[in-house]
């Protein structure tokens, strides 16, 4: 990575389902101002997901599908090192020394592990108890100190602090504590499109814009979003499943756009209907160029073959350097 940077940051992106709306804004545009800055490591967790018993058949076309979208996105894999969890072996022994660390107690107390074995109780096995000391491991594999997450993960990552607290404090200083960090700013929420919470992999599909969804099934999804007969007298309270309309068109449209539906509504001469119309080709230009660029991407194998390894070399120098000062602080050379 280059040298002159101001610091490390290590992130994880799910292996899993379909990039989204709340992922691009949330997440996504900000590493891609953060690798202009940071040396960045951005890994795409393939191994975390194995907890869950998936079909591991659908692995391969899920990672492809996850590193071409993060690339269509504007993540360079030039700047950053973009890599599969899997292929970082130094991970696992990372995983081991540190699951000493951990303990049985503070492991069963974290909120994802009850969450689990409420949703799935005949499959409570060892990876998914242990599920925050991979993570651990592969943030303080590169000795990162400042790591992307969102409020579900503050959990983990303060687990992630102990344990490298722990380490530190029995064999000697190798770690730096790792800390949320988003580029100081409030983190964006995108709301879901029938007014209720935000938008999700796993919730309504409908309410859920995709980066691969196509040019129609946006707009079928937007004139779908719930709206009502508009204000009955001028400057009325936005109801708030109308001020999450206002939200997406903040996010895609031009500011003149949104300046005149604001004026509409507060002259109660708002029209619905117009306002998705607008709103579903906003969201069209913004999602079709990603999408169109994610799916030549995931066309061209050999290119994808060269990122992973690309990515995996990356991050195995920063990994290889790491296991040495761990080994030798631990006391695990005897030659």
């Keep these: 990575m280059e040298n002159g940077k101001k610091g490390i940051v290590m992130s994880g992106i799910r292996s899993t389902g379909f990039l989204h709306l709340g992922n691009y804004f949330g997440a996504i545009r900000n590493y891609v101002r953060m ?27 899920n990672v492809h599908r996850v590193l071409a979208e993060n ?3 504007g993540l360079d894999p030039e700047k950053v090192a973009l890599y599969c ?68 993960q503050e959990q ?76 009955s007298a001028p400057n009325m309270p936005m109801p708030d499943y109308i001020e999450n309309i206002f939200l997406l068109m903040k996010l895609v449209s031009a500011p003149d756009t949104i300046q005149k539906f604001e004026e509409d509504y507060n002259k109660a001469a708002i029209r619905y209907g117009d306002m998705k119309k607008q709103l579903a080709e906003d969201m069209i230009q913004f999602v079709a160029p990603i999408r169109e660029k994610a799916e030549s991407i995931r066309q061209d ?19 290889a350097a790491t296991m040495e000062k761990v080994r030798e602080a631990i006391g695990l050379k005897y030659y």
């Design 85 to 152: 969890q899997s292929h970082v072996y130094e991970t696992a022994e990372l995983y081991l020394l540190l699951n000493m660390l951990a303990y049985k107690g503070e492991l069963e107390k974290t909120t994802t592990f009850k969450d689990k074995v409420r949703q799935h109780p005949e499959n409570v096995n060892a990876g998914l108890l242990t599920y925050p000391v991979l993570q651990a491991a592969d943030i303080l594999l590169h000795r990162a100190s400042l790591v992307p997450v969102g409020k579900d």
């Design 301 to 319: 194998q050999a290119y994808l073959k060269r990122i992973m390894e690309m990515g995996a070399e990356k991050a195995r120098i920063s990994a």
């Design 156 to 231: 983990h990552l303060e687990m992630s602090r102990n344990f490298a607290n722990r380490f530190n404090h029995r064999y000697g200083e190798v770690f730096p504590e790792p800390f949320a960090f988003n580029f100081g700013e409030a983190l964006i929420k995108v709301p879901s499109l029938d007014g209720t919470g935000k938008m999700s992999k796993s919730e309504n599909q409908y309410a859920t814009i995709f980066l691969s969804d196509t040019d129609d099934l946006i707009r079928k999804k937007i004139m779908k979003a719930k709206t009502d007969a508009g204000p």
């Design 35 to 61: 690798q202009e800055e940071y040396s960045c490591y951005f890994m795409v967790a393939d191994l975390h997901s194995l907890t869950t018993h998936p079909d591991t058949k659908e692995l391969k076309p």
């Design 71 to 73: 690339i269509a996105c």
